[in-house]
């Protein structure tokens, strides 16, 4: 069935290094991949998305890659500071329209 | 100030019990998600809604059910019949319910926190 598979399921990285998170799907008619981020007991917020007729977006430090053939796609964030640290998912829209989520990568950034 | 509002924010319930779950939107959104999320888990679609009457079954809808009378309501039920209940409820939506630019961005509420005794 229709799947988005995240990895890595915690990443622990020190305070000012890089942070990548990857995603696969399965469905190659997909066109539209946003990162969720979501902070202990809050509601995730979209922080970044791409859509399939691109294969890189930025915003300040973060940035998405998209790999149609591979069907990958990876979150980047670059520089991070301990506001950085929470949950973050990522998402596919599949051809019903509706969103298959990642399960989620919980981000720890050591002082 | 537009937003989704989910009420109440926490919920304690007694086994056997139906409670409804308020979600109230006022940025004219088409459409509206019912998610349910398990402690360090990611979100699982419980029910959806793309126009006002009409609504469909998400991954996880059993013991559960829901209404869309308007536009700007979707209220969750839990019913006696989930087995277990204790959870976080997120409920969303988008405002275009399908079409070449639909890009299934969502907006969430704040959450409704369920605990069963």
């Known amino acids: 069935g229709e799947n988005v598979e995240q990895h890595p399921s915690t990443l622990s990285v020190q305070e000012g290094d890089s942070a990548v998170i990857k995603c696969t799907y399965s469905d190659s008619a997909s066109n539209y991949f946003p990162w969720y981020k979501q902070e202990l007991g809050k509601r995730p917020q979209l922080i970044i998305d791409?859509?399939?007729n691109v294969g890189e977006k930025k915003d300040q430090r973060i940035a998405v890659t998209l790999n149609k053939t591979a069907k990958h796609f990876s979150l980047h964030i670059t520089e991070t500071q301990p506001e950085d640290s929470a949950v973050y998912f990522c998402a596919a829209i599949y051809s019903n329209y509706q969103l298959i989520w990642g399960a989620g990568t919980k981000l720890i950034i050591k002082p | 100030d537009g937003g989704i509002t989910q009420s109440p924010k926490y919920l304690f319930r007694k086994e056997g019990q139906n409670v409804t779950l308020s979600c109230e939107q006022n940025?004219?959104?088409?459409?509206m998600y019912w998610y349910r999320q398990d402690p360090g888990q990611g979100l699982r679609l419980i029910y959806y809604s793309q126009i006002v009457n009409d609504f469909q079954k998400g991954d996880i809808a059993e013991g559960y059910s829901v209404s869309r009378e308007k536009k700007e309501s979707f209220p969750l039920t839990v019913t006696s019949a989930q087995k277990n209940p204790t959870a976080f409820y997120l409920c969303a939506s988008t405002p275009a319910s399908g079409g070449a630019d639909h890009t299934g961005e969502l907006f969430f509420g704040e959450g409704s926190r369920l605990t069963v005794l």
């Open positions: 791409i859509r399939s």
């Open positions: 940025l004219n959104h088409d459409a």
